[in-house]
C-alpha cells in the first residue's frame, strides 16, 4: 500500500498541471452542487413551511358544545393529513376583534363576546388536503361555515409542486454531472498513463497493484475537492443567506449549523470517493484489458 | 525451461509461427534470428502471455502458458525478465524508478529495493545515473537500463528483443558482454537479433526463423 501511495504522490508531482486542472474542475463541480445541496435544502424546508401557512376556518354555531369540538377534532385528525390545530373561543375571538379594531370605539361597542363564533383553524400536511379537510368540517352539524381561499391554496399547492419536482429533477442532474466530471478526469489521469500501465501488466503487476495508485489519485482529488468546495461555502452561503434573512425567519436558523455543513461536505467526499472509485476502475481496466 | 510443442499463431489467415517445435534448456544462451517478420518478437509475445497461439502447447518451467487462467500470468512473468524493443521505459520516473518497477511490483521493501538497484546500476555500467530521466542518457545507456530492470527481479529466464539494434558496434559489443555475463550467473537468454557479426562471434545456439517457421537450428560449442 505504501507504494501505491508513493506511486500516487509520484502522478501528482511529475504533472502538477495536470492535477491542478483536476482538482480546479471537480472543485468547481464540488463547489456547484455543495451550494446547490444548501439551497435545495433550504428550500425544501420553505416549501414545507409555505405548505403549512395557509388553513382551512371552521366557525361554530352558538350551540356547539366543547365535546362536539373535540370529536370533530379527533375526526381531522384521523384523517391524517391536519398538521395543526388552533381553536378560538368566544372571548379569544372577541379580543382579537378589539386588537384589530381598537382605534374605531363605535365599532367596539357595539360587538360582544355574544355574537362572535368560535373557531378551529386547521393547517394541512399537504397543501392540496386542504379541500378535503374542508369538507369533513362542512359535514359537520355544528359548523356555521367554513372559510379558505380556495383560489390561493390550489396556486400555491401547484407552485409548491412545480417548485419540487424543478428541484428534484435538477438535483439529479448535478448528481450525475458530479459523478461523470469525476469518471472522465479519472479516466483523463489513466489515458495520460497508459503506457505505465502496459508496461506494468508486461513485467507481472497483478491487477490491483496497476489499480490503487490510480485510484488513491482519484480518492485524493474527490476528497480535496469536497473539502475546499465546503470551506468555500461554509464562508460564501451566510453571505448569500443574509439577504434572505427575513423570508427565512422561523423556517430555517440562519446561519446553518456547522453539523449540516458537515452532513454535506461528508456526503460530497462519500460521493467523490465512490466517484473516483468507479471512474478509476473502469479506466483501468479497460487499459489492463487492452 | 521453454518448450513450443507445434505451435501456430495466425493473425488472421497470415501465420505468424508455423507449427513450431522447439525446447530451450535451463542456462542455455540462444539466438533467434531471421528477417523482418520472421515471427521473433511473436515468440515473445507468446512466451509471457501477451498473445495466445492458435494452435500448440507452449510451456515455461511446468506452466502450460496458454491454458493460465488470468490471475496467474503475473505469477508468469515475474519468471520472464524482457527487454523490450521499444524499451517500455516509462519516461516521467527516474532511471532508479525505472529500474525499481519490477521490485516494486513483487514487493520488497525500500531498502531492498535500494540496495538491488544501485548493485544493477553498478553491473550495467551505470552508477550515478540514478537520479537522472531516460531522455537524458543515450541510446546505449537505455538499453541498460531496460536490460538492468528485466534482471532486477532475478528471473529465470531473459528475453531480449534486438537489444542492439540502432546501437554502434562498439556499444552492442558492451551489451553482450553484459548479456553473457548474466547467463553466466544462470539466467536462461534468449535473444532476437539481426546483427550477424554478433552471432557469429559468440559460439551460442542459434535458431533461425523464416515466415514463421524454424529453418535452422544450429547447437555450437
Known amino acids: ?290 | 525451461m521453454i518448450k513450443f510443442d507445434k505451435v501456430v499463431k495466425k493473425f488472421g489467415s497470415t501465420p505468424a509461427l508455423d507449427n513450431v517445435d522447439l525446447e530451450i534448456n535451463d542456462k542455455e544462451f540462444v539466438f533467434l534470428t531471421g528477417p523482418t517478420g520472421a515471427g521473433k518478437t511473436t515468440f515473445f509475445r507468446l512466451l509471457i502471455r501477451d498473445l495466445l497461439p492458435t494452435k500448440g502447447k507452449i510451456f515455461v518451467g511446468d506452466l502450460d502458458v496458454a491454458k493460465l487462467p488470468s490471475h496467474k500470468i503475473p505469477h508468469l512473468r515475474k519468471k520472464i525478465g524482457v527487454v523490450f524493443q521499444d524499451l517500455k521505459l516509462l519516461l516521467d520516473r527516474t532511471i532508479f524508478e525505472n529500474i525499481a518497477l519490477p521490485l516494486e511490483i513483487i514487493g520488497k521493501t525500500p531498502s531492498e529495493i535500494k540496495r538491488r538497484v544501485d548493485e544493477l546500476l553498478f553491473l550495467v555500467g551505470l552508477s550515478g545515473l540514478g537520479v537522472r530521466f531516460p531522455r537524458e542518457l543515450s541510446g546505449g545507456e537505455l538499453q541498460r537500463v531496460t536490460i538492468a530492470r528485466a534482471i532486477a527481479a532475478d528471473p529465470q529466464i531473459l528475453l531480449a528483443d534486438e537489444p542492439t539494434g540502432n546501437l554502434d558496434i562498439g556499444t552492442s559489443w558492451g551489451i553482450m558482454k553484459l548479456l553473457s555475463e548474466i547467463n553466466e550467473r544462470g539466467t536462461t537468454v534468449v535473444m532476437a537479433t539481426h546483427n550477424m557479426e554478433i552471432v557469429a562471434a559468440l559460439k551460442k545456439r542459434k535458431i533461425v526463423l523464416d515466415k514463421g517457421k524454424i529453418t535452422k537450428d544450429e547447437k555450437r560449442i
Open chain 1, 1 to 290: 500500500m505504501k507504494s501505491a501511495f508513493n506511486a500516487t504522490w509520484r502522478h501528482i508531482r511529475r504533472s502538477p498541471y495536470q492535477a491542478a486542472a483536476a482538482i480546479i474542475t471537480m472543485t468547481s463541480t464540488f463547489l456547484v452542487v455543495m451550494m446547490f445541496a444548501l439551497i435545495f435544502l433550504g428550500s425544501t424546508l420553505l416549501l414545507s413551511h409555505l405548505e403549512s401557512l395557509p388553513q382551512v376556518t371552521a366557525f361554530f354555531r352558538d350551540e356547539a358544545k366543547q365535546e362536539n369540538i373535540d370529536a370533530l377534532k379527533q375526526q381531522l385528525e384521523a384523517s391524517g393529513k391536519a398538521a395543526s390545530f388552533k381553536f378560538v373561543s368566544k372571548d379569544e375571538a372577541l379580543n382579537i376583534y378589539r386588537e384589530q379594531n381598537k382605534n374605531d370605539k363605535l365599532l367596539l361597542e357595539l360587538v360582544t363576546a355574544e355574537i362572535l363564533p368560535a373557531s378551529l383553524e386547521v393547517s394541512a400536511l399537504k397543501v392540496g388536503d386542504l379541500p378535503e379537510l374542508a369538507e369533513i368540517m362542512k359535514q359537520s352539524s355544528i359548523v356555521e361555515d367554513v372559510v379558505f381561499a380556495r383560489d390561493v391554496v390550489d396556486k400555491l399547492a401547484k407552485f409548491i409542486e412545480g417548485t419540487r419536482v424543478i428541484t428534484t429533477a435538477l438535483a439529479i442532474l448535478l448528481f450525475v454531472s458530479l459523478v461523470f466530471t469525476t469518471l472522465f478526469i479519472i479516466s483523463l489521469r489513466v489515458f495520460v498513463h497508459k503506457d505505465e500501465i502496459e508496461t506494468m501488466r508486461l513485467l507481472g503487476a497483478g491487477r490491483w497493484k496497476i489499480f490503487w495508485p490510480f485510484l488513491l489519485e482519484g480518492i485524493f482529488y474527490g476528497v480535496f475537492s469536497a473539502t475546499f468546495s465546503g470551506i468555500v461555502s461554509f464562508f460564501v452561503t451566510p453571505l448569500v443567506a443574509s439577504f434572505y434573512q427575513d423570508i427565512f425567519l422561523g423556517v430555517l436558523t440562519l446561519p446553518i449549523p456547522v453539523v449540516v455543513y458537515l452532513i454535506v461536505v461528508g456526503s460530497g467526499i462519500l460521493l467523490g470517493i465512490l466517484a473516483s472509485f468507479i471512474g478509476g476502475y473502469i479506466a483501468v481496466n479497460r487499459y489492463i484489458k487492452a
